[in-house]
């Protein structure tokens, strides 16, 4: 207890003490820089839009592992984690260099009109990489416990794939994808590594919260590396709270029936 | 038909995020050839960034492992006060940007931080200096341990160790003889996670490093500047040995699974528990 306090609680605290060192005044008006708003609606609109994918993609990649069986889906399963166990500065690099212009899938879609790299999109898809495991990780052990056998009961009773899916499998599923959603999107928020390389970062257009929290301290402007800090933690906080009361809300419904 | 769609989308989206992501790491840094490619990783500048890596590591492990017993065994095997309170800290730096958590380490720690004055009247370096790696190494990978073994000792309940200690056990051989032996697969997976993360963490260290070449340059900083500098090929070279690392790691924790299923997905049906506890 005293190991954690002193590791967590203590520095935290100094992260909302120094924000407020130059006053509300120039709190407010460093957060509401257009560059910073810029960055935090980037940072968490492509969050959004990550997590968005990783949920659609992780179901069926959940769904496809723990049903079906087909050969490597061992390994298969096991690279799931590949986003855990990489370094972020490695995934970073590397993604840059499959998107860039001249690598193997960005000289693909460059012909389309479609830039990847040093573009918005750019971080989407940094974003997925780092949050897919979270999603896929937390929907296999539901998928296990479900019964099949609910399923041939509504299939038995003429339901179609799409009516058992709706009626019968989804809503045993949402609390556990509303908790990948959660994990994928927090963790997106505060991406650093992956997302620097392949971002291009330029000011108002590609540049995410945590780079600009990065810069200022470099400049040692760190009533401005907090304000933003406090700003992220304040709106991440919230959203996990939000999320957790919709999680105990659908799952004591859930219980109901 | 509809069963053959899914595989395929599956297969094909896993394709696409993580084996192309992967295999381009290898044939970057193979792109000059093998000569070229052994050439940069005997580098002094790289080495150094190995051996610090190798260090943090060496450090922050062990003093995580210590901590993750402890909290484990506090959550596990007693009833207190605060106990949820523990549970959400433990989780919080998981829950905090790694930029965010190297940041207040400068806060702390830093020539204007909290201590900044003390520590420069004793001529000690915290921030931009090994130190500040090391407790930014230790905070943000401090919840992998305790969280794998939560739910193994939560498993196995107090049982084992009360008829031990009813047998005239001191606590320590308890302890030895009886808990660590039950949880040693338990406290091999989370040391595994824990050490990938230890030396693979980025946004943390790149805040409190100070970047200094051959001095306090991990491994993955070491990547960053080489790429800067365009020099891609060094850079996806020293990649390739973090990527053989998280490989190693992967394969660990299928050979761990494999050999204790129940491993599978603990920390996730434990906190399903205890959500449903507090409702």
Same mark, same amino acid.
């Given at each position: 207890?005293?190991?954690? =306090? /002193?590791?967590?609680?203590?520095?935290?605290?100094? *992260?909302?003490?120094?924000?407020?060192?130059?006053?509300?005044? !120039?709190?407010?008006? *460093? +957060?509401?820089?257009?560059?910073?708003?810029? =960055?935090?609606?980037?940072?968490?609109?492509?969050?959004?839009?990550?997590? /968005? &994918?990783?949920?659609?993609?992780?179901? &069926?990649?959940?769904? *496809?592992?723990?049903?079906?069986?087909?050969?490597?889906?061992?390994?298969?399963?096991?690279?799931?984690?590949?986003?855990?166990? /990489?370094?972020?500065?490695?995934?970073?690099?590397?993604?840059?260099?499959?998107?860039?212009?001249?690598?193997?899938?960005?000289?693909?879609?460059? $012909?389309?009109? &479609?830039?990847?790299?040093?573009?918005?999109?750019?971080?989407?898809?940094?974003?997925?990489? &780092?949050?897919?495991?979270? *999603?896929?990780?937390?929907?296999? $052990?539901?998928?296990?416990?479900?019964?099949?056998?609910?399923?041939?009961?509504?299939? =038995?009773?003429?339901?179609?794939?799409?009516?058992?899916?709706?009626?019968?499998?989804?809503?045993?599923?949402? $609390?556990?994808?509303?908790?990948?959603?959660?994990?994928?999107?927090?963790?997106?928020?505060?991406?650093?590594?992956?997302?620097?390389?392949?971002?291009?970062?330029? $000011?108002?257009? =590609?540049?995410?919260?945590?780079? /600009?929290? +990065?810069?200022?301290?470099?400049?040692?402007?760190?009533?401005?590396?907090?304000?933003?800090? +406090? +700003?992220?933690?304040?709106?991440?906080?919230?959203?996990?709270?939000?999320?957790?009361?919709?999680?105990?809300?659908?799952?004591?419904? !859930?219980?109901?029936? | 038909?509809?069963?053959?769609?899914?595989?395929?989308?599956?297969?094909?989206?896993?394709?696409? @995020?993580?084996?192309?992501?992967?295999?381009?790491?290898?044939?970057?840094?193979?792109?000059?050839?093998?000569?070229?490619?052994?050439?940069?990783?005997?580098?002094?500048?790289?080495?150094?960034?190995?051996?610090?890596?190798?260090?943090?590591?060496?450090?922050?492990?062990?003093?995580?492992?210590?901590?993750?017993?402890?909290?484990?065994?506090?959550?596990?095997?007693?009833?207190?006060?605060?106990?949820?309170?523990?549970?959400?800290?433990?989780?919080?730096?998981?829950?905090?940007?790694?930029?965010? #958590?190297?940041?207040?380490?400068?806060?702390?720690?830093?020539?204007?931080?909290?201590?900044?004055?003390?520590?420069?009247?004793?001529?000690?370096?915290?921030?931009?200096?090994?130190?500040?790696?090391? %407790? #930014?190494?230790?905070?943000?990978? @401090?919840?992998?341990?305790?969280?794998?073994?939560?739910?193994?000792?939560?498993?196995?309940?107090?049982?084992?160790?009360?008829?031990?200690?009813?047998?005239?056990?001191?606590?320590?051989?308890?302890?030895?003889?009886?808990?660590?032996?039950?949880?040693?697969?338990?406290?091999?997976?989370?040391?595994? %996670?824990?050490?990938?993360?230890?030396?693979?963490?980025?946004?943390?260290?790149?805040?409190?490093?100070?970047?200094?070449?051959?001095?306090?340059?991990?491994?993955?900083?070491?990547?960053?500047? %080489?790429?800067?500098?365009?020099?891609?090929?060094? #850079?996806?070279?020293?990649?390739?040995?973090?990527?053989?690392?998280?490989?190693?790691?992967?394969?660990?924790?299928?050979?761990?699974?494999?050999?204790?299923?129940?491993?599978?997905?603990?920390?996730?049906?434990?906190?399903?528990?205890?959500?449903?506890?507090?409702?």
């Amino acid at each position: 207890m005293l190991y954690l =306090s /002193l590791l967590v609680l203590i520095p935290l605290s100094a *992260v909302f003490i120094r924000s407020l060192s130059g006053g509300w005044g !120039h709190f407010w008006e *460093v +957060v509401t820089a257009p560059r910073v708003l810029a =960055s935090l609606r980037l940072s968490f609109g492509a969050s959004l839009i990550a997590a /968005l &994918i990783n949920v659609l993609f992780g179901l &069926i990649v959940s769904w *496809v592992l723990v049903r079906y069986t087909f050969p490597f889906k061992r390994f298969i399963d096991a690279m799931v984690d590949l986003p855990f166990a /990489l370094p972020t500065a490695v995934a970073g690099i590397a993604l840059t260099a499959l998107y860039a212009p001249n690598g193997w899938i960005g000289a693909w879609l460059k $012909p389309m009109g &479609i830039n990847v790299a040093f573009t918005p999109l750019g971080i989407v898809v940094a974003l997925t990489f &780092i949050g897919l495991p979270f *999603v896929v990780r937390t929907l296999q $052990p539901v998928l296990e416990e479900l019964d099949k056998e609910v399923e041939q009961a509504a299939a =038995s009773l003429g339901a179609s794939a799409v009516q058992a899916f709706c009626r019968v499998i989804f809503p045993a599923l949402w $609390p556990a994808l509303l908790t990948g959603f959660a994990l994928a999107f927090a963790r997106a928020v505060g991406e650093y590594g992956s997302v620097i390389f392949i971002a291009g970062n330029m $000011p108002m257009r =590609s540049e995410i919260a945590p780079l /600009l929290i +990065v810069s200022k301290l470099e400049q040692y402007d760190y009533a401005g590396a907090t304000a933003i800090a +406090v +700003v992220m933690l304040v709106l991440s906080f919230a959203l996990m709270f939000g999320i957790n009361a919709l999680q105990n809300w659908a799952s004591s419904r !859930h219980g109901e029936r | 038909m509809g069963r053959l769609l899914l595989i395929v989308t599956a297969l094909l989206f896993l394709c696409l @995020f993580l084996v192309l992501p992967l295999l381009a790491v290898f044939a970057q840094a193979l792109a000059k050839g093998f000569g070229a490619y052994f050439i940069a990783i005997s580098q002094p500048m790289a080495w150094a960034a190995v051996k610090l890596t190798l260090l943090v590591a060496a450090i922050a492990v062990p003093l995580n492992l210590i901590f993750g017993v402890a909290a484990a065994w506090a959550v596990a095997k007693f009833d207190f006060r605060g106990k949820s309170a523990l549970i959400t800290l433990i989780d919080l730096p998981f829950a905090i940007s790694p930029v965010i #958590a190297g940041m207040i380490f400068i806060l702390v720690f830093g020539t204007h931080g909290w201590f900044g004055g003390f520590l420069r009247a004793h001529h000690i370096r915290v921030v931009f200096a090994v130190p500040g790696i090391v %407790l #930014a190494t230790i905070f943000v990978t @401090f919840p992998f341990i305790a969280r794998e073994l939560i739910p193994v000792m939560q498993a196995q309940g107090k049982d084992d160790e009360e008829t031990a200690l009813s047998l005239g056990a001191t606590g320590w051989q308890t302890f030895w003889r009886v808990t660590l032996p039950n949880i040693r697969w338990g406290l091999l997976y989370g040391v595994l %996670l824990c050490n990938a993360r230890a030396m693979g963490e980025f946004g943390a260290v790149s805040v409190v490093s100070g970047h200094i070449r051959g001095v306090t340059n991990t491994m993955p900083l070491h990547v960053e500047i %080489l790429y800067n500098e365009y020099n891609y090929s060094a #850079a996806f070279a020293v990649a390739s040995l973090l990527a053989l690392l998280a490989l190693l790691t992967l394969a660990g924790k299928s050979i761990l699974e494999w050999r204790q299923p129940e491993l599978r997905h603990a920390a996730r049906r434990s906190r399903d528990r205890t959500r449903r506890a507090n409702i």
